[in-house]
């Protein structure tokens, strides 16, 4: 059985939309935990066939938790659809080999080891190039492959911490703050999209691949786009506003009298004079030091203190919808599983479920990229531990003798062959 297709994604069955945007491309995915894995799961509900390579016993993250069995952890699942799995152990001289078969084929390659642990095994760039010279090569290391850190053993939570962004995070004169959702990871995810994406192009134009590099410092770093120049300019260091912004005011939670927060938002200029009229009844808010941007941030604290004293008498879905007829960007603030129900949310198809043979249904987010005339979304649930070794390996030319026998000498585990399908 191959089930790395469902004959549509959840929600979208118009004919004509059965050509994806990256159908025909072949992906060989080494990449383990997060970053990796999440990017090529969101390039394969574009229509790539990733072929997810593991050791014999898996991705390090199948074990992370146990939510729906040992060895069936819902991290795994969230990040790994899409894809099929093979299982093969790359320490074998012919495992390798097997290896090089798949990237012979391959339209791309990623990997997400420290340099020198590519060298070593042989699976740099120069040595996959003189196999298939057509190769997108994509690696992701943790803080590049050059400089002091370069073989150090990296993870999101060090990439958030030597980036600044914990540093800018948190309640104002508190510790530093990671951001809740893996962010180091999953920016580099996009990135590698991105980076696949645009290194296709390129091939069409060239006819040879080339290398794409990704690290997660990097990622981080390039999220600082608004504050960099800032910084340059000014010399002014940014430190955590809780849920405010440092160039921005209003721009912040605030607390209703029912101990929900909810959020004002004035961007600019002209939203603050569109919140002056609301705010006459409670005051002279027409003061010439908040009337520009820039001073509203340098009165911060006698304004926002004011603002605090309002909002404070009142529920917060009386000031939400006080804020909405006066046209004032504004919104409730969700807990997690709020906003999953939230009508935006649920009218996006934000959400979609996968169909597990074992266990049954089970939700991930939708790829928010979507298509007019592509059927793009989720293709397939997270693959067992070498699902598709055998089917794979037949692509290759490989003969069921030959695997049978690849089974026998151990580089292959006997008990993953006959997994579901």
Known sequence: MNHRLHPEPAGSTPAGRDILPLSGVRIVDLSQIGAGPYGTSLLGDLGADVIKVEPIHGDSF???????????????????????SVALNLKDPEGYR???????????????FRPDAVQRMGLDFETLSAVNDRLIYASITAFGETGPRATQPGMDILAQALSGMMGVTGEVGGGPVKVGVPIADFVGSFFLGFGVTAALRQ???????????????DGQIAAFANYVTAYDKTKVPFRPQGGGHPQLVPYQPFLGSDGRYFILACLNDRFWNALLPFLQ??????????????????????????????????????????????????????RFEEALEDPQVVANESITELEHPRFGTYKVPNNPLRFERAATGPRGYAPGL?????????????SQTEIDDLVQRGIINPALVSAVG
């Not at 939510?67 to 894809?83: D, I, L, Q, T, W």
Request: charged share 30%; hydrophobic share 35%.
């Open 386 to 398: 070498g699902e598709h070794t055998n089917e794979v390996l037949l692509e290759t030319g490989l």
């Open 62 to 84: 199948r074990y992370v938790d146990n939510a729906y069995a040992p060895g069936e952890s819902a991290y795994f699942y969230g990040v790994n659809r899409s894809k099929r």
């Open 281 to 334: 009844e409670f005051g002279d808010f027409e003061d010439p030091r908040f009337e520009s941007n820039s001073g509203r941030v340098e009165h911060r604290v006698e304004l926002c203190s004011r603002l605090e004293e309002i909002f404070a008498t009142q529920p917060a879905e009386y000031w939400i919808s006080r804020l909405e007829e006066a046209g004032v960007p504004c919104s409730s603030i969700h």
């Open 98 to 112: 097997t290896l090089m078969r798949l990237v012979k084929e391959a339209d791309v390659f990623v990997i997400a």
């Open 203 to 217: 091939r069409d134009q060239t006819g040879r691949g080339d290398k794409l590099t990704i690290n997660l410092l």
